[in-house]
């Protein structure tokens, strides 16, 4: 055998016998001894394993590699492993310890490089920024203090120690370049010479030899930042980053590069500018996150891309608001050109309280990891092509207020679990394919103050239990098949301002608790079958806007009892029974600006005021049982008008001048439009018009029939 041989068959028994392992732990590496110890090997070996099997169970004495002792020469000998395996040295280093001495033993024991990257070293004793254990490979060298710390990844069974030790520092150890001497590191004692025969390398610096006076005066290496990936340090850029990510996302999905995952994954690999270190970038979930928005919904057609995919940091990408300490808050991309789905990877953004997508070409469905977003506080994506359920999973969202997904495709029922969120403030369903029922249990949303369901497929009644939602602002039900009355206990909600029940199938007459609704501005119930009386309580809202009741049944006359409405712009009672002589209060309201009382049976006279409203645009009074001549205007009024519609009356007399002066004034403050008349030469009983006043006279078959304004449009 040639002495290089038998220089590795020293080596070799050395790391399995402890006895020469001693004489490895003091770095007294002359090969000749070594070869002369052989000799004794057995005997020897066979006498240290008693004592080891000993210390064993008394957890004292012998080799450290019992877990359960925590003390021996362990320590000593994994510093000595991890210097000679330093990334300087070109061999043995870090790479090569961690495919052997933790891929190859597969025994669970700590790695010695890997201790030694992961936990760092400092000669003042200072504790590493990783997991804050102190960490003096000198000190303890000095001090002759053998007790490693433990590291978090190592197996704490102590039924093995001594097998694992053992297997840990033959692997490592082989892993070694044989050829090639170890660099000694500090010794307790002055360090000897080269023993003569071996064949020195240059050694890598090393921090210096320790005497026991004076202090050591190696510089500390400067710790390493924190990592959100325990071991981060040991896997590859690529290995790190699939590991973080494929908790957010599948792993078959990540790594396929046909899907937005793994478009963005690739981006953040190979071509983001930023190169962020997964094992310190703390936001990467998030960045990843966005760019998986970006790519899911055609970010390369956006109209707005300021600063997406770009080397900053994500917080300043367009639309995107975060917190001082870089965390998602905000994420606006509404009227932006979006189209494809919405990723369920939003659900990374924890912090995030406001998310709007609306006006937009998405499509899929809502994802249903709204709850694993536990900050949000809006979640808006109104009018695009979405699909499937209206309501997805929102336990947890304690802070929910705002649900708007109106305007899609979303198909089902209203879950009665969205009523376990009392901070809901908002729920905008409108504008869906929705069917079923309205849910009882909406009347728990205590906080609710707008519940849209309009233009859906909803049927039954009202649910009595919407009588409890006392903060509630706005229902809008338009454009269902709901049927059956009003419920009282619903008319007894005082916060209403907005109430559109129109174009449904609602029928009974309309209770007098209706004027109680005394802040109620908008109130449509045009389009139902309902009967009756008019209240004369409803001249009780004066902050009505708008009042829709066309398309009834409603029968008798109206109160003339509007003379403190000061806010009345569009009052729509066309297409029902009423009779008696038209309200000339109405005509005073400042604010007047639409008045259809059309296809009804009002026998009276135009009243004398009729031309008071300065804003007045539209009055159709047609196909009713006036009579009387049309009152003249003065100078100044009426400038407004665009439409006047009389026909189908028992009229007579002759057109004002005044009147026809709206049309032929040429200063241009004239600019009625349509001028309709019984002014044919048939008509029973006829009015007088010149043709230049009067553009269409009745009857007359050719005749197009206006519809008038819908405030809808």
């Not at 020469?20 to 066979?46: C, F, P, Q, S």
């Amino acid at each position: 055998m040639t002495r290089i041989g038998l220089k590795r068959l020293a080596l070799f028994l050395a790391l399995l016998h402890p006895v020469i392992g001693e004489r490895k732990r003091n770095y007294i590496l002359d090969v000749d001894e070594l070869l002369g110890d052989a000799a004794h090997l057995e005997h020897r070996g066979m006498q240290h394993e008693r004592v080891l099997s000993g210390s064993k169970k008394s957890g004292k004495g012998g080799m450290s590699g019992s877990k359960k002792s925590g003390k021996g020469g362990k320590g000593t000998d994994t510093l000595a492993s991890s210097k000679s395996g330093s990334k300087k040295s070109g061999k043995g280093g870090k790479g090569a310890s961690r495919k052997s001495g933790s891929k190859k033993s597969g025994k669970g024991g700590s790695n010695p490089t890997k201790k030694s990257v992961k936990k760092g070293h400092s000669t003042d004793g200072s504790k590493d920024d990783r997991d804050g254990v102190s960490w003096d490979d000198d000190t303890q060298m000095a001090s002759g203090n053998t007790e490693p710390s433990m590291d978090p990844g190592e197996d704490t069974d102590t039924e093995d120690s001594y097998d694992k030790s053992m297997d840990m520092d033959f692997s490592f150890d082989m892993s070694m370049d044989m050829s090639v001497a170890p660099t000694p590191p500090p010794t307790r004692s002055p360090t000897p010479p080269p023993t003569p025969g071996t064949v020195p390398t240059t050694p890598p610096p090393t921090p210096g030899t320790v005497p026991t006076t004076p202090a050591p005066t190696t510089t500390a290496p400067v710790s390493s930042p924190p990592t959100i990936l325990p071991d981060c340090d040991l896997l590859t850029r690529e290995e790190a980053m699939e590991t973080i990510l494929v908790e957010i996302t599948e792993g078959p999905i990540l790594t396929d590069p046909a899907t937005p995952q793994g478009q963005a994954f690739r981006w953040l690999l190979d071509e983001d500018a930023a190169t962020v270190d997964p094992c310190t970038y703390v936001t990467l979930p998030q960045r990843y996150a966005l760019a998986t928005t970006y790519f899911s919904t055609s970010g390369d057609n956006w109209n707005t891309t300021t600063g997406w995919l770009g080397s900053e940091n994500e917080c300043t990408w367009s639309g995107v608001t975060c917190s001082s300490s870089d965390l998602v808050l905000e994420l606006r991309l509404n009227a932006n050109n979006l189209e494809g789905e919405i990723p369920q990877e939003i659900k990374v953004f924890t912090e995030l309280d406001f998310f709007q997508m609306r006006n937009n070409a998405l499509d899929g469905t809502i994802p249903d990891v709204l709850n694993e977003m536990t900050s949000l506080v809006t979640f808006d994506v109104e009018n695009n092509g979405l699909s499937g359920s209206p309501t997805v999973n929102v336990t947890g969202l304690d802070g929910l207020e705002r649900y708007r997904v109106s305007s899609n495709r979303l198909v089902g029922t209203i879950s009665p679990e969205i009523s376990t969120r009392p901070s809901l403030r908002q729920l905008w369903l409108g504008d869906n394919l929705i069917e079923g029922t309205i849910p009882t249990e909406l009347g728990l949303l205590s906080s609710l103050e707008q519940l849209y369901i309009y233009r859906n497929s909803l049927t039954g009644s009202i649910p009595t239990e919407l009588g409890n939602l006392e903060s509630l602002v706005g229902l809008q039900a338009h454009e269902n098949q709901l049927t059956g009355p009003i419920p009282l206990q619903f008319l007894t909600v005082s916060s209403l301002e907005e109430l559109r029940l129109d174009r449904n199938a609602l029928a009974g007459p309309l209770s007098s608790s209706i004027g109680d609704l005394a802040v109620l501005s908008d109130l449509r119930l045009n389009e139902n079958l309902f009967t009756g009386v008019l209240p004369t309580s409803i001249t009780a809202l004066t902050d009505l806007r708008i009042l829709r009741l066309n398309d009834n049944n409603f029968a008798g006359t109206i109160r003339d009892s509007f003379d403190g409405w000061f806010s009345l712009d569009f009052m729509d009672i066309k297409n029902n029974n009423f009779e008696g002589p038209l309200p000339s209060s109405v005509f005073d309201i400042p604010t007047l600006r639409i008045f259809y009382a059309s296809n009804n049976a009002f026998d009276s006279t135009i009243p004398e005021n009729w031309s008071s409203s300065p804003v007045l645009r539209d009055l159709y009074l047609d196909e009713n049982q006036l009579t009387g001549t049309i009152p003249p205007i003065d100078p100044g009024q009426l400038g407004a008008l665009t439409e006047l519609i009389l026909q189908d009356n028992q009229l007579t007399g002759t057109v004002p001048p005044s009147l026809c002066q709206l049309r032929e004034d040429g200063t241009g403050s004239g600019v009625l439009v349509s001028l309709w008349v019984d002014c044919a030469p048939d008509a029973s009983p006829r009015i007088e018009c010149d043709t230049s006043c009067c553009n269409t006279c009745f009857p007359n078959a050719t005749a197009t029939d206006l519809d008038g304004e819908d405030p809808d449009n």
